[in-house]
């Protein structure tokens, strides 16, 4: 089983900038594909980049329009997203997510991600 814990959430002004960062409980990114998701009250969970930490591929869901950034981390079991410009529409619950194996490489259906970190709340003011 992994566990999956996000950082790097907070109150922030819209237009700064913010990295956050999981680290998954796998001594191995061999096999594993690491995801960013979010999700505000009322709705489904938006899926927003992929990285396979083994090969580099990284996919990114076309809401993203350029200001998301998904990277490997220091360490092979994690992963960071780097989000620029923000606006109040990308508050929201952010999670991170892996597939062990690497089965569906695309943010699309939250269904497929087999384990979830407990979330870090963005908040972004005007």
């Known amino acids: 089983q992994v566990q999956l814990v996000e950082s790097g959430g907070g109150s922030v002004q819209a237009g700064g900038s913010l990295r956050l960062s999981c680290i998954a409980t796998r001594n191995t990114r061999k096999g594993m594909c690491l995801g960013w998701f979010r999700q505000v009250p009322g709705k489904g969970r938006e899926g927003l980049a992929v990285?396979?930490?083994?090969?580099?591929?990284?996919m990114y869901d076309a809401s993203v329009k350029g200001r998301f950034t998904i990277s490997q981390g220091d360490a092979e079991n994690t992963t960071n997203l780097d989000i620029n410009t923000l606006l109040p529409d990308d508050s929201a619950m952010y999670y991170c997510?892996?597939?062990?194996?690497?089965?569906?490489?695309?943010?699309?259906?939250?269904?497929?991600?087999?384990?979830w970190g407990q979330g870090t709340q963005v908040t972004v003011s005007s």
């Open positions: 990285i396979h930490p083994e090969f580099g591929s990284t």
């Open positions: 997510a892996a597939q062990v194996p690497c089965r569906f490489f695309h943010p699309s259906d939250p269904a497929r991600w087999t384990y």
